[in-house]
């Protein structure tokens, strides 16, 4: 069994009316079966509504299955014992960067987690200086987080996760509110953590060229799992993505519309470099 | 331009004062504050005065941010002497129009005049050169004993770190949504008090709203991360009181004695 596997996953979102009467039940996320090996980089895409974000959350404990069942590190979410050690192996990274930050100095920010699991004084600082140094933002420590760029920000919030040394984080949507620049920062620091320290990485993201240096990804839709494979294997069936109302990344639509033209190319191209060499340039 | 306002008034300065754990500033300050209501004579406030001078001197901040604090309270100033001035009865100097001057009332109104300007300064000194952070946590452990009687400190403490941390991104968002509405033709400018505080309600609607929706997020994000109330918790910064913190308190309670040897019991 995988760090993270979720079985016939059924969730649904009950809206009620002021009596509590239920006007309306939306199925956010439907039979989804998920597993993911310790050490994988997994993606998770889709377009808003996906049912996305909704999976991310079962992941971390703070949704419940309808139907189904999720295991963290082998540990059933629903089972109240087990509460903070999976939400402790299970790290989370939320869109917003402004509204995740607790602390007014970037270290304390940090400390927090740690702070809430016990950890020894001593230790907590190890902790923070080694989470601050894995992404890059040491010098910072004794900024205000108020002054950070959002990027800088974002990269805060994984530290402020990965001191609480989980096994596995959970990226929602981390660089949505980011710009370019931001995003390759953030997208940087996670693809090291998952390389130096192993570390389980499920990213969630609209951003297709977020997921290429992805294990695997997994494209939803309608709360359903619509595909699944390594990023080349998405990324050859451009009509479908199109479907699924999918940006594909420039160079593959590209590589995609001159194969269609009558050059002779392969299938999901995804950086420029290996369009180059297929062209021979 | 909301962005410019400063937010608890700490001054960065590196001083014995600034070193001192919070929880000393706190209970020195209180005392000062005591002191100064126990003394009724003006040996007595030459003594607080000369102490709240020496703290300022050994606190490194400059006089005129001190001063700035006063701004706000002149007005509340100005009443209380004037109230004092002519409404205490006693032996009559001299009546003007309907108005009499006591000698009672001189002296009640410089006393008084006396009192605020050192309660001011003297807390304001204590706000200077404390953290906000700092504040939280020395008032957190302060009144730690209280938990006994079920008063949720640890919570009441992280609540004011919250907003803290969160005043000046409401403020940008203020600032935000200021624009947002002046670009659709909102005027938060003309028209008389009423006016204005009505052209306020299509700004605080959204403000309130987004707070709500940051709370949310926030909640969803500390749980995340395990957070689970005071209990079991450790804190990166415990509050360690030290070789000065000891002295401090000797100090100030030093000046204590003085003020009501001098200020209460020693009459001259």
């Known amino acids: ?281 | 331009m909301l962005r410019d306002i400063t937010l608890g008034q700490y001054y960065h300065a590196d001083s014995v004062i600034h070193r001192l754990d919070p929880r000393v500033k706190l209970v020195t300050t209180l005392l000062f504050i005591v002191s100064l209501f126990i003394v009724d004579n003006f040996i007595g406030y030459a003594i607080a005065g000369a102490f709240l001078i020496w703290l300022i001197k050994v606190s490194k901040v400059p006089f005129r941010f001190i001063v700035r604090g006063m701004k706000a309270i002149v007005f509340l100033l100005i009443l209380a002497v004037v109230f004092n001035l002519f409404l205490t009865p006693g032996e009559v100097l001299f009546t003007f129009w309907k108005l009499t001057i006591t000698k009672e009332g001189i002296r009640t109104a410089v006393f008084m005049a006396i009192r605020l300007t050192f309660l001011i300064v003297g807390s304001s000194l204590m706000t200077l050169t404390t953290t906000p952070n700092q504040l939280t946590d020395g008032m957190e452990k302060l009144l730690s004993p209280l938990k006994k009687l079920h008063v949720p400190v640890h919570e009441i403490s992280m609540m004011m770190a919250i907003a803290l941390r969160f005043i000046p991104i409401l403020l940008e968002e203020t600032d935000k949504i200021m624009k947002a509405q002046i670009a659709r033709g909102a005027d938060f400018e003309s028209g008389n008090l009423i006016k204005k505080a009505k052209s306020l309600v299509p700004l605080l609607v959204p403000l309130f709203l987004s707070a709500f929706r940051r709370a949310n997020d926030l909640a969803m994000a500390m749980e995340a991360r395990c957070y689970r109330g005071g209990d079991n918790r450790t804190k990166m910064k415990p509050l360690v009181y030290h070789r000065q913190d000891a002295v401090a308190y000797a100090a100030a309670w030093s000046y204590v004695a003085l003020c009501v040897y001098f200020g209460r019991i020693f009459t001259l």
């Open chain 1, 1 to 281: 069994m995988g760090i993270i596997e979720a079985k016939k996953l059924i969730f649904e979102y009950i809206r009620r009316d002021e009596d509590g009467n239920v006007e309306g039940i939306t199925r956010a996320v439907d039979e989804v079966d998920l597993d993911v090996k310790q050490g994988d980089f997994v993606a998770i895409l889709g377009h808003n509504g996906s049912g996305k974000s909704t999976l991310a959350k079962h992941m971390n404990a703070i949704l419940y299955p309808t139907v189904g069942t999720v295991w963290v590190d082998g540990k059933d979410t629903t089972n109240e014992e087990y509460l903070w050690d999976i939400r402790q192996n299970a790290g989370m990274v939320f869109q917003n960067p402004d509204n995740q930050i607790i602390g007014q100095v970037v270290e304390e920010d940090v400390g927090f987690g740690p702070e809430n699991m016990g950890v020894p004084t001593k230790e907590i600082w190890e902790r923070v200086e080694e989470s601050l140094k894995a992404v890059g933002m040491y010098k910072y420590r004794k900024h205000s987080p108020n002054k950070l760029s959002g990027g800088q920000k974002q990269r805060v919030s994984i530290a402020g996760v990965i001191a609480m040394h989980p096994k596995c984080i959970i990226l929602d949507e981390p660089t949505a509110m980011l710009d370019p620049n931001g995003r390759k920062e953030v997208i940087r620091a996670v693809r090291a953590l998952n390389q130096a320290e192993g570390i389980t990485v499920i990213l969630i993201t609209h951003y297709m060229e977020e997921i290429i240096y992805a294990d695997r990804a997994v494209v939803m839709d309608k709360g359903h799992i619509a595909m699944q494979g390594t990023p080349r294997e998405i990324f050859s069936q451009v009509e479908k993505l199109k479907e699924l109302r999918l940006d594909v990344p420039q160079v593959t639509l590209l590589a995609y519309e001159l194969k269609k033209s009558g050059i002779n190319l392969p299938n999901g191209i995804l950086t420029c470099e290996e369009l180059m060499h297929e062209l021979k340039l």
